[in-house]
T-cell receptor, first 113, second 110 residues
Framework: DSGVTQTPKHLITATGQRVTLRCSPRSGDLSVYWYQQSLDQGLQFLIQ???????AKGNILERFSAQQFPDLHSELNLSSLELGDSALYFCASTPLGDRTEAFFGQGTRLTVV | SQQGEEDPQALSIQEGENATMNCSYKTSINNLQWYRQNSGRGLVHLIL?????REKHSGRLRVTLDTSKKSSSLLITASRAADTASYFC??????????FGKGTKLSVIP
């Protein structure tokens, strides 16, 4: 158990809908990262937050947004969903020092139908 | 293209053999990390090697880093069926973004 919790584990929704994925980082970790993994693909970095502030942005679509709350949990909001958004979405957290290893949650598998 | 590209994309070996995976990157790094992913599950950190280190060991794992060639390799010795997974290298870009490649899918045949 990595200590990172993601909910829900599975999500099936229709095109055009909006969903929210939730991530609780390890206790004390200030950094949260979001990644998207499509079938047989690597991990695409979406966005990183550090102690409530956006720190780095990757290939995140304008239809997607995220935030980190004062209790350090993070949410990834995906709107106007398309079939191509079907993927595994992972959250990871790192301790205070960004140069250390990342701890991953088990992911949310999103299926858009 | 993504930073941290693994090679080969897929590798199939017999149990007991060694498995070697390579990773190349394009820009300078603070450290390079290797992760393992069992099918459809979260990634698990295996080993971290800093830019001033050349080799690191952890159990049956051996990682090397050549910053002049911008490459790293992961060696798994005496492989087991349980080692079957995808292996990713990740580069720390500056102090923030952790960037992954597409991974090497390793199959260890009992």
């Amino acid at each position: 158990d990595s200590g990172v919790t993601q909910t829900p584990k599975h999500l099936i929704t229709a095109t055009g809908q909006r969903v929210t994925l939730r991530c609780s980082p390890r206790s004390g970790d200030l950094s949260v990262y979001w990644y998207q993994q499509s079938l047989d693909q690597g991990l695409q970095f979406l966005i990183q937050y550090y102690n409530g502030e956006e720190r780095a942005k990757g290939n995140i679509l304008e239809r997607f947004s995220a935030q980190q709350f004062p209790d350090l949990h993070s949410e990834l909001n995906l709107s106007s969903l398309e079939l191509g958004d079907s993927a595994l979405y992972f959250c990871a957290s790192t301790p205070l020092g960004d140069r250390t290893e990342a701890f991953f949650g088990q992911g949310t598998r999103l299926t858009v139908v | 293209s993504q930073q941290g590209e693994e090679d080969p994309q897929a590798l199939s070996i017999q149990e007991g053999e060694n498995a070697t995976m390579n990773c190349s990157y394009k820009t300078s790094i603070n450290n390079l990390q290797w992760y393992r992913q069992n099918s459809g599950r979260g990634l698990v950190h295996l080993i971290l090697i800093r830019s001033n280190e050349r080799e690191k060991h952890s159990g049956r794992l051996r990682v090397t880093l050549d910053t002049s060639k911008k490459s790293s390799s992961l060696l798994i010795t005496a492989s087991r069926a349980a080692d079957t997974a995808s292996y990713f290298c990740a580069r720390r870009a500056g102090s923030y973004q952790l960037t992954f490649g597409k991974g090497t899918k390793l199959s260890v045949i009992p």
